[in-house]
Structure formats: structure tokens, C-alpha cells
């Protein structure tokens, strides 16, 4: 999962942003005898939120989605998270680079082996998670993989 920084990318779609946040939780056999915070592979998510202002003739229009991760059903909860960040729209994310695109993609890993994710840059302000067509060569045949984006 570790890899270099991605080109930086010059626009984003202003016109359809997702703004989310996953929740998660860690065995208790996972974590830290001193009580720090475990690191992000013992995560596993719980739930995610997602608040979605689009752009029509009558101004923003604001949804807001959640999902939850059951035991059993985590498949669901990745094709969930996969229909909120349709093609082309802008999310943002606080921490999404450092941790919940990583908790994300590793966990996704043994439930949702298609479910694909790269960490790429945007040069200004974080915008989080662009999902849509490679725009480098180092990520080439992912089509449909999500980019996460922040700041450079």
C-alpha cells in the first residue's frame, strides 16, 4: 500500500463534492498495552458518512448517506462506499490520506477484492478522494480505482 506521491492534479470538480468520514474499531488483543492509538492495519471500519452537495439549476443540493459495516456484510459496506464516490466527484476527507483510505483499501483487501485505491496529490487546499480515470502513468490500468488527493 505504500507508495510515492502521485503527479499533482490541477483542477477538481467543484460542482459535486462528497465530504466523508469512516468510524472504526480495534480488538482489544489489538491494542497498545500503553493505551496509544493503534496503528491504522488494526483498524477495522464500522461505519462511514457522506454528505454530498451537488451542483443543479436551483443551487447545491445536500444528501447525507451513511453506511455500516456488520460482520457478515462487509462486501456491502465497500459497494456502499464505492456508489457514494461516483466518477468524477470531489470528496474530502480530514485524515483520509493518512488513515481512512488506508483502513479502507487494506480492509477491503479481504473482503472486497475488487475495491481499489491510490494515493495521489492535489496541488491547494486537501480535497480528500477523486474517483475516475488514471491521470498517470504510474497508476495505469487501475480505471475505476479511487485517487485520494490532497494537499501538496
Excluded at 54 to 61: Q, S
Aim: hydrophobic fraction near 40%; glycine fraction near 10%.
Amino acid at each position: 500500500m505504500r507508495r510515492g506521491q502521485q503527479p499533482q492534479h490541477e483542477t477538481f470538480n467543484p460542482h459535486d463534492v462528497v465530504v466523508y468520514d469512516i468510524e472504526t474499531v480495534v480488538a482489544e488483543r489489538d491494542t497498545p498495552a500503553d493505551g496509544s492509538f493503534p496503528p491504522w492495519p488494526r483498524h477495522r471500519p464500522v461505519s462511514a458518512a457522506f454528505l454530498r452537495a451537488r451542483w443543479t439549476t436551483a443551487g447545491y443540493e445536500f444528501t447525507l448517506k451513511t453506511a455500516m459495516c456488520a460482520a457478515g456484510e462487509e462486501a456491502a459496506f465497500y459497494e456502499e462506499v464505492e456508489r457514494q464516490l461516483p466518477a468524477n466527484v470531489t470528496a474530502v476527507t480530514f485524515n483520509g490520506r493518512g488513515f481512512d483510505n488506508r483502513v479502507l483499501a487494506i480492509q477491503a483487501m479481504k473482503h472486497a477484492p475488487g475495491f481499489g485505491l491510490s494515493i495521489g496529490v492535489q496541488k491547494g487546499p486537501p480535497i480528500g478522494v477523486q474517483k475516475g480515470p488514471p491521470s498517470s502513468s504510474s497508476v495505469t490500468g487501475m480505471t475505476g480505482a479511487l485517487f485520494a488527493l490532497v494537499a501538496a
